[in-house]
């Protein structure tokens, strides 16, 4: 055996799994490619505020706009012809109270909203957010007990009534956000009681106290006047409380369950994915927005491709629904593509 031939076998070593072969072109990865995001799962946050008059821009979220009630309708044809199917509608309270009983004032802003928007485009799916932080003087999540803390049971009476007036506006699904124990249970049976059984719950099930809320509170006015969210919104730290959230809410009546912040919460999507049957939403917050911004203005990322990549992240973790500011881009960004 010559020198050559007895080196051969060593050379070529044991057979290398070739991954790379698919990734060789565009057409090949995009043939392959495990996760996309369509625009039919994609929940455009909408905030509605009191007046009519141009839309006003948020400032922190670039883009972002607080509709009148007139504006809201065109708002909503648009948002149909660009391919978007649903929106989450925000209400700015007109004025404020102790207890935030403007949120289930029938002639309040938000049922205002949804009735716009079913006017003007009937197929678009309304979810409307149910909380009182808008509307109560002090912007916590319910009113307050003798020791300055939110009654909870207090919080779910209200909650319940703010869903039958968003219900009977024609919303499709209300989404409570207060993170009260019980608030699924008490809002289910106070829509079946009013007739509203066909009205479901997208449940925030999982809304961790995040530093990543900021521009969502500068839009709607809720940020608390005094001390934080931190006794009744979830610790980040907890990923076996966030489950039993979750299990509360599915055995309550939840229909959909949603996480929150979406991109600090991958691993718990995944995990409620293997867990639930109940479809699963996720929200790619307005701090999550501002930074992507932000570092596509400074030149520290391509702006497309940092929004494909988070979403697709999120969809890849688990998530049915993403609520997100950036459904626009992704819609125009589609048409451009047909």
């Not at 149910?130 to 912007?139: D, E, K, M, Q």
């Not at 400074?298 to 973790?317: C, F, K, P, S």
Request: positive net charge; charged residues 25%.
């Amino acid at each position: 055996m010559t020198a050559s031939e007895s080196a051969a076998p060593e050379r070529r070593g044991p057979r290398v799994r070739r991954l790379r072969r698919l990734r060789r072109s565009e057409a090949l990865r995009e043939l392959l490619a495990e996760t996309s995001v369509e625009l039919r799962r994609l929940v455009y946050p909408v905030f509605a505020r009191p007046g009519e008059g141009a839309p006003t821009p948020v400032g922190g979220m670039p883009g972002v706009e607080r509709h009148g009630v007139g504006s809201l309708g065109r708002l909503g044809r648009t948002l149909a012809s660009e391919g978007l199917r649903s929106v989450l509608v925000f209400g700015v309270a007109r004025r404020k109270s102790a207890d935030g009983r403007e949120a289930w004032d029938e002639s309040g802003v938000v049922p205002a909203a949804i009735r716009a928007v079913k006017r003007a485009s009937p197929s678009l799916v309304v979810i409307s957010d149910v909380c009182l932080c808008a509307y109560t003087t002090h912007g916590h999540c319910g009113p307050l007990d003798s020791k300055g803390l939110v009654d909870n049971d207090l919080a779910v009476e209200s909650l319940a009534r703010i869903s039958v007036a968003h219900a009977r506006a024609g919303a499709d699904l209300v989404a409570p956000s207060a993170m009260m124990d019980g608030q699924v249970a008490g809002i289910r049976r106070a829509l079946d009681a009013a007739g509203f059984g066909g009205t479901g719950i997208l449940a925030y099930s999982t809304k961790h106290a995040s530093s990543l809320y900021g521009p969502f509170r500068e839009a709607e006015g809720s940020a608390p006047s005094f001390g934080d969210r931190k006794s009744y919104q979830m610790d980040w730290r907890n990923g076996r409380e966030a489950m039993r959230e979750m299990e509360a809410d599915a055995r309550e009546g939840a229909d959909v369950l949603m996480v929150k912040p979406a991109i600090t919460s991958l691993d718990l999507l995944a995990r409620a994915r293997e867990r639930f049957d109940l479809p699963l939403a996720a929200y790619q917050v307005s701090g999550e927005y501002a930074m992507i911004k932000d570092a596509a203005r400074q030149g520290h990322a391509e702006e497309r491709a940092a929004v494909e990549e988070t979403l697709g992240a999120i969809r890849r973790a688990g998530a049915d629904l993403i609520v997100t500011y950036f459904a626009r881009d992704v819609a125009s960004w589609a048409a451009g593509e047909r």
